[in-house]
């Protein structure tokens, strides 16, 4: 009985220790210390108003799940209140809550784009796009990252092939590991030009840019071929994710969307938190303020230490290269108390194993340099 079992995952115990060996062995560790690695930017996931909004909907009778799929029992109010005012907020015609932003991108990308349809994606697009463009009907492919350029040659190449279809162009505004900005105005005249469909992944930028924290997209909300999304889980402090888009692409997904459709609809709860995530952006835009003033301290203090990150927000990729000693680097921070992680591929490019540091307001000006001093210290430490 033993043999039997052993034969049966001897080749998950060898994918294991090829794992190790490389230095790319994951596992789970509790949150301790200063926090400089969650997304959490507007300290919104433990404030006072998120936790009193929740409790009073409880108080009210909200019920904590949704018990069913949308197209059934689990269409609450809640979720319809949400998406109107999330809909009014990012000046979108529309708007679909999902439970998560992996599913929103996946669901997107595996209902929108049709067969003879052709999907240009950035190359450092989140995890969930990709996986969305694989298993979707349209043909894919990735451009250089940044590159509007390459963008256009994409969409060039395939037309010069016969393509006959859609394109749609699929990019983050801010990218997760590397905290840099897309080239939105450009790619939008793109977008434009072919007439293709913009979608924008605002995951990093949403509560963080733009006026009351609306994102870097404001400017080109409303347009018809336009698509984002809003992912909740981050600066909001909450959970899910919100896709703006216009009514009869709304109407399609509902109609269409298989992640959607069977899928259990998220916590009436959780379209609470969101919304009032959404009313503190409004009312509180001190802490956008604080949050950029924070982010700018940061940058200023590396640079007075003579390091200089291709960021200039509030995710500072700190490249270190090889796997085992980024891992090392980020244990000897933990170890003094500063809640900071490595990043290894396949989730980054081979050869740049990174520390990914968050800035957030769960932290001060104090906490960051006290940060950056022993960043300095253990690097110096680590070095081979």
């Not at 210390?33 to 996931?45: E, I, K, Q, T």
């Not at 349209?138 to 037309?159: F, G, L, M, Q, T």
């Not at 933990?334 to 740049?352: C, E, H, K, N, S």
Request: aromatic fraction near 6%; proline fraction near 4%; charge should be negative.
């Amino acid at each position: 009985m033993h043999a039997i079992h052993a034969d049966k995952t001897v080749s998950y115990h060898t994918a294991l220790q090829d794992l190790k060996d490389d230095g790319r062995l994951r596992g789970l560790k509790p949150r301790a210390g200063l926090d400089f690695v969650s997304n959490d930017y507007l300290a919104l996931a433990s404030a006072p108003r998120m936790r009193n909004a929740v409790a009073a909907a409880l108080e009210a009778g909200t019920p904590i799940g949704s018990g069913g799929s949308r197209l059934l029992r689990g269409n609450c109010d809640e979720h319809e209140q949400l998406e109107a005012d999330a809909a009014r907020f990012f000046g979108a015609e529309t708007a679909l809550f999902f439970g998560g932003g992996y599913v929103a991108n996946f669901a997107l990308l595996t209902t929108l784009p049709q067969r003879g349809d052709l999907l240009v994606l950035d190359a450092l697009v989140h995890a969930s796009i990709h996986e969305g463009a694989r298993a979707g009907r349209a043909e894919y492919c990735e451009s250089a990252h940044n590159d509007p350029k390459s963008v256009e040659d994409r969409i060039r190449d395939w037309r010069a092939k016969g393509g006959m279809g859609r394109v749609w162009i699929v990019v983050e505004s801010i990218y997760s590991m590397d905290g840099d900005f897309a080239p939105l105005e450009e790619l939008a005249a793109i977008a434009d030009r072919y007439d293709a469909f913009l979608v924008v992944d605002e995951a990093h930028a949403t509560g963080v840019y733009g006026a009351q924290g609306r994102g870097l997209t404001v400017p080109y909300e409303g347009r018809e071929n336009l698509i984002v999304i809003h992912t909740c889980g981050k600066a909001l402090g909450a959970a899910g994710a919100i896709v703006t888009l216009t009514r009869v692409l709304r109407d399609f997904m509902v109609n269409r969307c298989r992640p959607f459709i069977f899928a259990t609809a998220p916590s009436p709860l959780m379209a609470v938190a969101v919304q009032e995530a959404l009313s503190i952006l409004q009312q509180e835009p001190d802490r956008q303020q604080r949050l950029a003033s924070l982010v700018a301290f940061t940058h200023r203090e590396l640079s007075v230490r003579g390091s200089q990150s291709p960021s200039r927000s509030q995710i500072v990729p700190y490249i270190v290269g090889d796997n085992a000693r980024a891992m090392a680097l980020a244990a000897a921070l933990q170890a003094r108390g500063f809640d900071i992680r490595g990043v290894r591929p396949p989730t980054v490019p081979a050869g740049t194993a990174r520390l990914r540091i968050s800035i957030t307001l769960n932290v001060g000006e104090d906490d960051v340099r006290a940060m950056l001093d022993a960043l300095s210290e253990e690097t110096r430490a680590t070095s081979p």
